[in-house]
C-alpha cells in the first residue's frame, strides 16, 4: 500500500487501500475472538504477538504518514487497539518502542521511499509529522494523530526532566554532534538523509552550541521556553547574521536526528524538539 502511488495504472484507483482495509478489518474481528487481548489467547504474549507489533507500529507510522489513515484509536479496529493497549503496559515493550517520526525516516533506508497520496488527511499528517507537532506548548493526548497513551504520559514535567537528563548526561558530545551542521558534510554519503557519520563538526562553533544547549537545559527543567526563549535572549548580544544562521543550522541538524527510543523516550523527544524549535525562531529560522 505505502511502496505504491495511489490511483493510475499502478494504484488502482482506491483498491489496494480497500484491499487493505478490509484484511485489518478481518484481523481485527479474528482477534477479537481470542481471551484477551493477544492474537492466540492466554495471560501473555505469544511469538505470534512478539513478530507483528514491530511491523504493525511501523504500520501505524507509515500509514498516516504516506497515506492519510490513522489506524490507531480511529474507531475502526477496537481489538487492534486493546492488543496495543496490553503490550505498551508491559516494560520490555516500553523500552523499545519507538515514535512516528522516527519510523518514517528510518523507513525508507530499508525499503525505499513510500507514495503520498493527495488528500487533505495525507498532508496534514505530513505537516504534523514533520514539524508541526514540535510546538510549544505540546498538545499531546490519547487521541492526537500520534497518539500519547498511558502507560507513556508520564506528564510534561517529566518528560522535560528526562529530555534534560539526557542532555546533561552527554553534553560535550551532543554539543559537538550538533556543530556539524555549520561544519563540513562526510566525504561519504548514505541512503539515508539524515546519516552522515563521516561529517566534520565546525570546533571554533562548539561553544555557541554548548551555551545555547545548557539554555535549552534549563528551560527544560524549568518549564519557562515560552517565555524565555521568545524573549530573544539566547541570542548573545552583538552575534552576526552569520552566527544566528550558524546555530539555526546546528540546531535543526540536532532536532531532525533525535530518535526513539535510542536517544529517549516518545515524549521527551517530542519536548527536546519542540524547545530546540523555540531557539530556532528566536535566532530567525523557521519550523
Not at 22 to 46: C, H, I, N
Request: aromatic share 10%.
Amino acid at each position: 500500500l505505502v511502496f505504491r502511488p495511489s490511483g493510475g495504472l499502478f494504484g488502482g484507483g482506491d483498491r489496494a487501500k480497500q484491499s487493505f482495509e478490509r484484511t485489518l478489518k478481518a484481523v481485527d474481528e479474528e482477534l477479537g475472538q481470542t481471551e484477551g487481548p493477544w492474537f492466540l489467547g492466554g495471560e501473555d504474549p505469544s511469538i505470534v504477538d512478539l513478530q507483528y507489533v514491530s511491523h504493525i507500529e511501523r504500520m501505524l507510522a507509515s500509514c498516516l504518514y504516506w497515506k492519510g489513515m490513522k489506524i490507531r484509536r480511529s474507531g475502526q479496529y477496537p481489538n487492534l487497539d486493546k492488543w496495543f493497549d496490553a503490550m505498551e503496559l508491559r516494560p520490555s515493550y516500553q523500552a523499545s518502542k519507538s515514535d512516528y517520526y522516527t519510523h518514517i525516516r528510518d523507513i525508507p533506508p530499508q525499503y525505499g521511499d513510500g507514495f503520498f497520496d493527495t488528500n487533505p488527511e495525507t498532508q496534514r499528517a505530513r505537516e504534523y509529522l514533520e514539524g508541526d507537532s514540535w510546538r510549544l506548548p505540546l498538545e499531546l493526548n490519547a487521541d492526537s494523530l500520534e497518539p500519547l497513551t498511558a502507560p507513556f504520559d508520564k506528564g510534561p514535567e517529566a518528560a522535560r526532566l528526562e529530555a534534560a537528563w539526557k542532555l546533561c548526561g552527554n553534553h560535550a558530545d551532543v554539543a559537538q554532534f550538533a556543530a556539524r551542521g555549520c561544519g563540513e558534510k562526510g566525504k561519504k554519503q548514505f541512503q539515508a538523509p539524515l546519516a552522515d557519520p563521516y561529517a566534520v563538526a565546525d570546533e571554533a562553533f562548539i561553544p555557541e552550541m554548548d551555551a545555547a544547549l545548557r539554555l535549552v537545559t534549563q528551560t527544560l527543567i524549568d518549564g519557562n521556553a515560552m517565555d524565555l526563549l521568545r524573549e530573544g535572549t539566547i541570542i548573545r548580544a552583538g552575534a552576526s547574521s552569520q552566527e544566528k544562521q550558524n546555530l539555526v543550522k546546528c540546531l535543526e541538524y540536532l532536532r531532525d536526528r533525535i530518535g526513539s527510543p535510542r536517544d529517549m523516550s516518545f515524549h521527551a523527544a517530542m519536548q527536546l524538539r519542540a524547545h530546540l524549535n523555540e531557539v530556532v525562531l528566536a535566532a530567525g529560522g523557521r519550523v
